[in-house]
Nanobody, 122 residues
Framework: QVQLVESGGGVVQAGGSLRLSCVSS????????MGWFRQAPGKEREFVAA???????TYYDSVKGRFTISRDNAKNTVYLQMNSLKPEDTAVYYC????????????????WGQGTQVTVFS
């Protein structure tokens, strides 16, 4: 059973920054793509960003240029640096583990963290 534990959420004024972290318990972390998703009240969960095993990244259009996903395989951790935050970024943010080893594209898996709340006020 893989555990994903997110942290780093909080309350921030518009224009501010936060860095989210997600620590994985999986020994083969470096072979997996990892993703960040978010869910705002009354809305469906949506993709935010992903990073492949080799470091390639992809982003949801609305966060391009503001958010940066990265990983530290030595720490089994994936990060989401969020800058220039907007009220519409308010949501619970979840990390997700890619489903297959050494995938060439992000393949959403079944393992999710518990989520971390991000609230941006204007």
């Amino acid at each position: 059973q893989v555990q994903l534990v997110e942290s780093g959420g909080g309350v921030v004024q518009a224009g501010g920054s936060l860095r989210l972290s997600c620590v994985s318990s999986e020994r083969s972390f470096s072979a997996r793509a990892m993703g960040w998703f978010r869910q705002a009240p009354g809305k469906e969960r949506e993709f935010v960003a992903a990073i492949l095993w080799h470091g390639g990244t992809t982003y949801y259009d609305s966060v391009k240029g503001r958010f940066t996903i990265s990983r530290d395989n030595a720490k089994n951790t994936v990060y989401l640096q969020m800058n220039s935050l907007k009220p519409e970024d308010t949501a619970v943010y979840y990390c997700n583990r890619g489903d297959t080893y050494y995938s060439g594209s992000y393949d959403q898996g079944d393992y999710w963290g518990q989520g971390t709340q991000v609230t941006v006020f204007s």
